[in-house]
């Protein structure tokens, strides 16, 4: 069964650092998402994209956070200078049209030192 | 701003036992989510409700959509430990690409 994957599962920085975080979406999937979840905390949606562009982003989404399907299979989402707060896990997710179920795929968990 | 609700957020239940968890949501939307999610796991998919009255049941889990009362229930008979995790809400506003905005989940513990 397809299935959206995503790398690294557990990415370690410094504070002020550069982040990619990559997804590959499930392969005929044109929708992507991701989100993130603070320990303990609920699900927060950040931003979605379509036909290479960003179709809405959150108020959390600042200029730190950029988005980018570099080829035909990846999806990443980069912060540009991390802080303690962007420590969670990122959820990457997938739908193959704007009204289909999201899937997800299995997080990365990012820890800002 | 749509808003999500959930209750209750921590519930501990026997075995054998039943119990229901409520999601209540803000404005209008006509699709609903249940999500499961283990500790330090990724979300699962339960249930995609899309319209009103719908009911879905997968085993010893039935979740049900009232768009009118904008109220949403998961409703668990029977629990078993294997049923242990957190179970998220999430609701869309049905326009293209939406994004989900999650409940703030319910913790079950199903205690032997």
């Known amino acids: 069964e397809p299935e959206v994957t995503q790398t690294p599962s557990h990415q370690v920085t410094q504070m002020g650092q550069e982040v990619i975080l990559r997804c590959v979406p499930i392969?005929?999937?044109?929708?992507f998402y991701w989100y993130r979840q603070i320990l303990g905390q609920k699900v927060e949606f950040l931003v979605s994209?379509?036909?290479?562009?960003?179709?809405?982003k959150s108020e959390i989404f600042d200029d730190q956070f950029s988005v980018e399907r570099p080829d035909g299979s990846n999806f990443t989402l980069k912060i540009r200078s991390t802080k303690l707060e962007d420590s969670a896990m990122y959820f990457c997710?997938?739908?193959?049209?704007?009204?289909?179920?999201?899937?997800f795929g299995p997080g990365t968990r990012l820890t800002v030192l | 701003e749509l808003k999500v609700e959930q209750n209750p957020l921590f519930l501990s239940m026997q075995e054998g036992k039943n119990y229901t968890i409520y999601c209540n949501y803000s404005?209008?939307?006509?699709?609903l989510y249940w999500y499961r999610q283990d500790p330090g796991k990724s979300l699962e998919s339960l249930f995609v409700?899309?319209?009103?009255?719908a009911v879905k049941q997968e085993g010893r889990l039935m979740a049900s959509l009232d768009t009118k009362a904008r109220l949403s229930t998961l409703h668990i008979t029977a629990a078993v430990h294997d049923l242990s995790a957190t179970y998220f809400c999430?609701?869309?506003?049905?326009?293209?690409?939406?994004?989900?905005?999650f409940g703030e989940g319910t913790q079950l513990t199903v205690n032997p």
């Open positions: 997710a997938s739908s193959e049209t704007s009204y289909n179920e999201q899937f």
């Open positions: 404005t209008t939307s006509d699709r």
């Open positions: 999430a609701v869309d506003r049905g326009t293209s690409g939406s994004r989900l905005t």
């Open positions: 409700l899309l319209s009103n009255g």
């Open positions: 392969s005929n999937h044109l929708y």
């Open positions: 994209f379509y036909n290479n562009e960003i179709s809405e």
